[in-house]
């Protein structure tokens, strides 16, 4: 089955940048689109950025348009999110989600997989 393994989450301070991975292992054929959520303490998951890899189209939270990209790199089976000018608000355990198709990209309940996730710590 689909494992996906996130890394690149740290400590930075506001107005920071960093790059997290998701690196996608078994059979990735079987889901068409990818996505980032992310979770703060007491808060409940939410939708950051979602890519379909079959055309590239990607999709937003207005709270992170014009400072988040996703992207992916099919020849390393790896999903990223650039994040720049980084807010104290950013701060949560990032996870990286996968399904065959969604509707809604940020209903979390569409996708099939997940990671264990990478925190990430604004101050």
């Known amino acids: 089955h689909v494992q996906l393994v996130e890394s690149g989450g740290d400590l930075v301070h506001s107005g920071g940048s960093l790059r997290l991975s998701c690196v996608e292992s078994?059979?990735?054929?079987?889901?068409?689109?990818m996505a980032w959520f992310r979770q703060a303490p007491g808060k409940e998951r939410e939708g950051v950025a979602a890519?379909?890899?079959?055309?590239?189209?990607?999709y937003y939270a207005d709270s992170v348009k014009g400072r988040f990209t996703i992207s992916q790199d099919n020849a390393k089976n790896t999903l990223y999110l650039q994040m720049n000018s980084l807010k104290p608000e950013d701060t949560a355990m990032y996870y990286c989600?996968?399904?065959?198709?969604?509707?809604?990209?940020?209903?979390?309940?569409?996708?099939?997989?997940w990671g264990q996730g990478t925190q990430v710590t604004v101050s």
């Open positions: 989600a996968a399904a065959p198709f969604v509707r809604d990209w940020w209903h979390l309940n569409e996708y099939n997989y």
């Open positions: 890519i379909y890899t079959g055309g590239g189209s990607t």
């Open positions: 078994g059979p990735v054929y079987e889901h068409n689109y």
